[in-house]
């Protein structure tokens, strides 16, 4: 931007914990000139918010300002930004749809406002719920209809008024007065992401109020401690899972009221749930009518110009991250909905199309650091998220910010103060993959367990990763759960337990629990799981589309299945549940990465331990090993606190757990001590210490 600090020698920008990065990871020391770079840029932008805007906690509250407010005296404020506007008019029900009455007074930098007094009686102009638009005169005279980038509430009209959504004022008399606290920050991230309109065994959109009474008590008592809610931003396109965002202050009204997402924030605090909200600042929708593309008459505005302004792949505009009032918009966006809704972090979908200018697109990142720092980053967008995760930990304690990024970027997921990108997290992405991969090509007894570990274990040293066996992305269609790739048709026939039994199903429960365990144990600091998977949802994720009749079938989640007791879909639900009381007991999530002491390749057991528990899982399909010899490092007396065998989970009931687990002083696969074990075959069990 320009500022003093840009202007200066790089390496006299002052960077507060800088050397406890370039000690951390010596491969940054080559970089040392680009990260003081990035960072100058970042304290310029600091800098000229405090100096020009009264600091980033006033300019971070922009919503407070811009869009079309009510005050307390009954008239109407309105201020947008449309620099390529030539005027601006408010219409609406208020006014009969008259379309020049309420012009705009322009100012400086591209600014407008308009104040209506109220009505006679001291009520405002426009009423609560009444529909409104804002009129955009362009360079050539045409008046456009448009709705305000700071829109917060948009209705989805009936079908026979067509498809462009509606800008509906909300003002109640009422708001919804929250009755909890946040919840603290978790050490260990338990995350269920999920979807609240396919939340429902019916096939239909479900509401917020469902949500809040049917399912967040459904996850809190499943052992989650978080829950990351997707599609929240208005999307006029259901079928973009939220990722195409048109309104970006706006609740989405399908599911209901935006002071019904307030209720259901407000039970999920009192339930104990930590909540995330999934942003999309990646990009935005092409939507004219009611979106922000073309908003003031001209194809830049929030965007970049020309084909740097689009995103091929996802058909959708980018963000000019260099725009001060983007920023102020975006910025703000996130203080929305900490402030107004109560959320306690946020999920930044699509960073890594963020961070490169080419958007990841044909690239396979091969770990070469001059990938990170080569023309190819877009450091305006990185600036942006520097300054995202600055403000928002500079101003919520407990906040958490996850990084959507498959290219391993170093130094993202480190403090700003020592040059890096701010986040708390980063997506473990390629863990899903590998067992996508493995599932789709290989027989298990080809099972690579050498290549399973380094694909959990592969991450950036005191850089969190939120690990997850499937997410959303794999439950869509076109893809298979990991359920349906081991189980397929099976589970139309064969998942009852009255039914005649099914070497298919036996398998793939098992390995079912067995890959979600190693998953959890091994592959990150955190933990995530998709609405449904945890108890091998069947099918796919298909939201009604034209493609199939706007049918709403696989657009749902069928509850149904894990809650009748002659089904087998019960024991996958209560092995995960397990799981994850296993961790909220021992907090192995956020203890130092497991130690693998045994990955037998010929016996397919892997053995680790982590957090003061002993991980054993044998992926073998045939052979059971007795008297199997196993390293430990604490000596002492252990016990068995979780088996994937058990009946109450789908299995044989292989394991006595009565039985008292001695060490002795023979060392074994690195570790100081060791203890001989029974290891059935396609079993997983956890030892923890008794004494």
Request: proline letters at 4%.
């Amino acid at each position: 931007m320009g500022g003093r600090w840009s202007k200066a020698n790089p390496m006299d920008v002052p960077i507060p914990d800088l050397q406890s990065l370039l000690h951390r990871d010596h491969g940054l020391i080559p970089f040392e000139y680009d990260i003081r770079k990035r960072y100058a840029v970042f304290l310029d932008w600091v800098e000229g918010i405090e100096s020009n805007e009264g600091g980033l906690d006033k300019f971070t509250k922009a919503y407070e300002e811009y869009g079309i407010h009510a005050q307390l005296d009954g008239s109407i404020q309105c201020k947008e930004w449309a620099p390529g506007a030539e005027a601006l008019y408010l219409a609406g029900d208020f006014n009969g749809w008259n379309r020049t009455e309420f012009p705009f007074q322009k100012h400086e930098y591209g600014k407008w406002s308009l104040t209506l007094p109220p009505n006679s009686d001291g009520s405002p102009r426009v009423s609560h719920m009444s529909e409104i638009k804002i009129i955009v005169k362009d360079i050539d005279g045409n008046l456009l209809d448009r709705i305000s980038p700071w829109a917060t509430y948009v209705v989805q009209p009936p079908k026979e008024q067509g498809f462009t959504f509606k800008y509906i004022f909300y003002n109640p008399s009422n708001r919804y007065q929250f009755q909890y606290p946040r919840v603290k920050k978790p050490e260990s991230l338990r995350i269920y992401e999920c979807h609240v309109g396919i939340a429902s065994n019916e096939p239909k959109v479900a509401s917020y109020n469902e949500f809040s009474d049917n399912v967040i008590p459904r996850i809190a008592k499943a052992g989650y401690n978080s829950i990351q809610l997707m599609a929240i931003m208005e999307h006029a396109y259901y079928a973009s899972f939220g990722y195409q965002v048109t309104s970006f202050y706006a609740a989405s009204s399908r599911y209901g009221l935006p002071d019904e997402l307030r209720r259901l924030i407000d039970i999920a605090h009192k339930h104990g749930l930590y909540v995330l909200l999934d942003i999309v600042h990646s990009h935005a929708s092409k939507n004219v009518m009611d979106g922000l593309n073309m908003w003031d008459g001209t194809g830049g505005s929030y965007f970049h110009n020309g084909p740097k302004g689009e995103h091929q792949l996802w058909d959708s505009r980018l963000f000019n991250y260099q725009q001060h009032e983007v920023l102020r918009f975006l910025l703000s966006n996130l203080r929305w909905y900490m402030e107004e809704y109560q959320f306690d972090g946020f999920r930044f979908d699509g960073v890594t199309s963020m961070l490169y200018h080419s958007h990841g697109i044909g690239h396979g990142f091969s770990g070469d650091y001059n990938e990170y720092f080569g023309m190819n980053t877009d450091m305006d967008s990185l600036i942006y998220l520097m300054l995202a995760n600055h403000m928002l930990h500079s101003i919520y304690s407990d906040v958490t910010t996850i990084a959507e990024d498959v290219s391993g970027m170093p130094a993202l997921c480190r403090p700003v103060s020592e040059g890096g990108g701010g986040f708390d997290y980063r997506l473990a992405m390629a863990i899903p993959d590998k067992w996508i991969e493995i599932l789709k090509k290989y027989k298990d007894e080809e099972w690579n367990l050498g290549n399973i570990i380094h694909t959990l274990t592969n991450r950036r040293w005191m850089e969190k990763t939120v690990a997850y066996a499937e997410s959303h992305d794999q439950a869509l269609v076109g893809d298979k759960t990991l359920a349906f790739w081991l189980m397929d048709k099976e589970m139309y026939t064969h998942m009852s337990t009255l039914s005649e039994p099914s070497g298919v199903v036996d398998r793939g429960i098992a390995l079912h629990k067995m890959i979600r365990l190693i998953t959890l144990g091994l592959g990150g600091e955190a933990y995530l799981n998709f609405i449904g998977n945890e108890f091998g949802h069947p099918e796919w994720l298909d939201f009604p589309r034209v493609g199939n009749n706007d049918s709403y079938h696989y657009a749902r989640r069928q509850w149904n299945l894990v809650d009748n007791d002659t089904l087998k879909y019960k024991f996958l639900g209560r092995f995960d549940s397990a799981m994850m009381h296993l961790e909220e007991k021992y907090g192995f999530l956020h203890k130092e990465s497991g130690y693998v002491s045994c990955k037998h390749e010929g016996d397919k057991v892997v053995v680790f331990d982590r957090g003061g528990l002993i991980f054993v899982l044998n992926f073998n399909t045939s052979q059971s090993f007795p008297d199997y010899r196993i390293g430990v490092d604490v000596p002492g007396k252990y016990r068995i606190v979780l088996d994937s065998d058990e009946s109450e989970f789908g299995g044989s009931n292989r394991l006595d757990h009565n039985t008292d687990f001695f060490t002795n002083q023979d060392g074994w696969g690195g570790r100081r001590n060791s203890l001989m074990v029974y290891a059935p075959c396609r079993v997983a069990f956890v030892l923890g210490k008794v004494d």
